[in-house]
């Protein structure tokens, strides 16, 4: 029996009043269902000439602040949110036939904080992180190559590799979180938390 919440919604929407909470239940969900990156979303950002780009990244820790993913600072994600710090996320879950839109503005994490995570990851994703010069032009991927070799030579300690000033990590603060659900004859189900001045995230149903 297909059973519904106070809303007259399918039961996995339960019946929170914040939407970081049902975000923390439906992504444990995900990580249990989807056979691959679980936590891969689509983020679209725009430049000061508003024009939009979006691309896949990977959500690396979430709290009550918000959503945090890492990237290098002068890719051409990080030049548009310096312009423009307003931006979308969107996480597709096709095993659980669900989506979640999420829409806030950026702010960079404490230097602390990105240093911790950055620490954590494994040496040749840290040397990564020195010798790619994201989304520039790359004449050719041997010159890539002997960038890479370059630092593993200078960074030779694996214990000690220093973050660059040009990575760190971006805070998506939501004002407005939805959760979709595919529904029957494109019958969707579909709940929108909206977050006033206040502070306090009011929810609605909208039309699929």
């Not at 600072?73 to 096709?94: D, V």
């Not at 939805?178 to 977050?195: A, M, P, S, V």
Request: include cysteine; charge should be positive; glycine fraction near 4%.
């Amino acid at each position: 029996m297909n059973q519904k919440n106070s809303l007259g919604l399918n039961s996995c929407f339960l019946d929170i009043n914040d939407p970081l909470d049902l975000f923390k239940v439906w992504m444990s969900e995900a990580k249990i269902s989807e056979p691959n990156d679980p936590n891969a979303l689509a983020l679209a950002t725009a430049d000061k000439n508003a024009i939009p780009s979006v691309r896949m990244v990977l959500l690396k820790d979430f709290n009550k602040e918000g959503f945090i993913f890492y990237t290098n600072l002068e890719s051409q994600k990080g030049n548009e949110i310096n312009e423009n710090p307003h931006a979308s996320m969107c996480f597709h879950w096709k095993s659980l036939l669900r989506q979640i839109r999420i829409n806030g503005k950026l702010s960079k994490v404490p230097d602390s904080v990105a240093d911790e995570y950055y620490n954590s990851r494994a040496y040749d994703s840290r040397i990564g992180a020195w010798a790619s010069k994201q989304s520039s032009i790359l004449k050719n991927r041997n010159n890539l190559i002997s960038s890479i070799e370059e630092y593993k030579k200078k960074y030779a300690d694996k214990n000690n590799v220093p973050r660059p000033k040009h990575w760190s990590g971006w805070n998506l603060s939501p004002s407005s979180i939805e959760f979709w659900r595919d529904g029957d004859n494109r019958i969707h189900e579909r709940l929108k938390y909206i977050k006033d001045k206040k502070g306090n995230w009011n929810k609605s149903l909208l039309s699929p």
